[in-house]
């Protein structure tokens, strides 16, 4: 009976905490954060103002959390759609990966609004693994372990990834919404060809 009403507890604080985190979202994905007040959000989630206090400093922590795992989300997709593909090349299986990712973006205007260029700060942030429960996906342990059955070897994979993510997420948010410095179709044989010269550095010399 005791373990059942524990149960019960941390289900409803769970329910609590999902419905602030939706609550913040839809409103981040409509307004600017500066016109979101936590008020507005606790409202939206149909808590008490003291509940949000319990899960979140603020509302810029609680937009911090949307961001990593929005960005987690992303590509855990995008693997997703990499492993029902036979694709054995390394690098070709990193730029797929990428594409997957660009193409939810390009499709999702308000999610690429949301994370705009933070798509690395919220997949590399010390934070992470902490925001995102059973944690299942790691970008960082997918990308060592393809790399290495392919015969790459960097002296710091999780910087050859970050530098790959950064360079991703940074400029082709413009490309995206204002087609600077080029429409992102025309954009993206550039990238790639920037993403393959990163990886190449890695590979082991026969």
């Not at 009976?1 to 149960?7: E, L, N």
């Not at 507890?9 to 500066?34: C, G, H, P, R, V």
């Not at 939810?104 to 010390?126: C, D, Q, T, Y």
Request: charged share 25%.
């Amino acid at each position: 009976m005791v373990i059942r009403m524990k149960s019960k507890i941390i289900e409803n604080k769970k329910i609590k905490e999902n419905n602030l985190l939706q609550a913040a979202f839809n409103l981040f994905t409509k307004e600017d954060i500066t016109n979101v007040s936590v008020n507005d959000i606790v409202k939206n989630a149909g808590v008490a103002k003291g509940t949000f206090y319990l899960y979140f400093k603020d509302k810029y922590q609680i937009r911090d959390i949307l961001i990593q795992k929005e960005a987690h989300r992303l590509f855990e997709e995008a693997h997703k759609q990499l492993e029902k593909n036979d694709i054995r090349n390394f690098e070709d299986s990193v730029i797929f990966l990428i594409n997957q990712v660009l193409i939810r973006l390009e499709n999702n205007p308000l999610i690429l609004k949301f994370v705009e260029r933070n798509l690395s700060w919220g997949v590399f942030h010390a934070q992470l693994n902490t925001a995102i429960d059973n944690d299942s996906f790691s970008l960082i342990k997918e990308f060592n372990e393809i790399a290495t059955v392919n015969g790459y070897e960097f002296e710091n994979s999780e910087v050859i990834l970050y530098l790959i993510v950064e360079l991703t997420g940074s400029t082709c948010y413009n490309s995206i919404l204002h087609s600077q410095p080029l429409p992102i179709e025309e954009y993206k044989p550039i990238l790639f060809d920037s993403i393959r010269a990163i990886l190449s550095q890695g590979k082991k010399k026969s």
